[in-house]
């Protein structure tokens, strides 16, 4: 008899588990508690892992591609961009939940699982609250702007930054992320350095959380027969990248479900995830102004953040040394 798992929760890991189990002939189901996908701006993503894991359902990423950005500019330094792409997260998740039983939140009968899933990224629903978790909040609006379409991210005393990413036809997400929700200054901040002036042309504002606390200040991933997967267990890095993250996440319960070996699943997450905990380590460490702590941690961050997402030349390492120090 096959397992029976129940998933709460479809965004990016909950969708993306649902469909490797389904293949798999798992018996699953899944619920969410919201009408339609989430529409949040959280639309930047690696190309290549999320093109190889949605490969594996059967999705097409390139076709949810709508600009690939040359350039991260960060506090006005260029960085050339090697493999992040804004993706359109939205029809991509209407697409999926098109292809899917998906049941109302309250529907599921959670005695007739063996296993439920949480999902529910920042919520954690199903799992026990985290002692300290750290939640960011964030606001973003959508904007028509006439710029070059790199990414722009403005940053000051390292407890959060504002961003705009192009979504192409002159529209980008303009939004900020910060510890205590002081928005205005990084906000102001941003639009002063690149030109994105403030107008009256936002079609849409939205205001969430993210949870920025790596994976191992985030367990238990298992209590009982409930089990976490993205976000809600930390699958987040120190720079708030979390939708690959939790596509792999999901990725490796699939395997530990698949293999009959789910005792496996906290080590091989934690051990996995071992650069996103690199990454808030040294986010803590800047934070604090304990320098001498963070930069034995750059060499490690640069080595994969240049495989996964932005190159760094020798310049670029000078550069971002000097961001770092000026604060
Ligand atoms: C403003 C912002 C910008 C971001 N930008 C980026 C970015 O550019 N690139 C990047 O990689 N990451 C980004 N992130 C992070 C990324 O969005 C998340 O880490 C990622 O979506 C987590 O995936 P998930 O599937 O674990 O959770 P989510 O994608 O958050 O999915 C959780 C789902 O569970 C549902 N849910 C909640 N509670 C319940 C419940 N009780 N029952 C049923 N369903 C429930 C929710 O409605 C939602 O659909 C950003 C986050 C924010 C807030």
New binding site residues.
Partial sequence: MSLKVQI?????????LYFLLKQAGFDVGI????RS??C???????YNEAKALYKEIDVNLDEYVLVRPEYVVINGVAFKNKN?V?FD?KRL?EDLWGRMDLKD?GTPNAQHADILVD?????R??LPKIENDRL?P???TVEKHDADENIYVYARGATGYA?A?PLGDKRW?I?V?EAEGNFSALLNGLREKYGFEVGDKHSCR?D????LLPPSKCRPFIVGKVVG????IG???GA???????LR??KLLYECLRSGRLEDYERRVLKHFRWIENEHKFVEAVQQGRLWRALPLLPKIVAVESKRAVGHSVADVRALLKLILRG
């Avoid at 709460?8 to 993306?16: E, H, I, L, N, S």
């Avoid at 999902?119 to 919520?123: D, I, L, N, P, S």
Wanted: glycine content about 16%; overall charge neutral; some cysteine.
């Fill in positions: 709460y929760g479809a965004g990016v890991a909950g969708t993306f619920c969410e508690r919201r996908p989430d949040r701006c959280a639309w930047g993503i690696t992040v804004i997260k998740l939140a999902a529910t990224g920042y919520e629903a199903l960011y964030t606001m973003q961003w990413f997400h939004g992320g939205c969430a959380f993210v949870r997967v993205g976000e809600s699958c987040v890095s708030g990248e979390g939708n690959a993250p939790s996440c999901a």
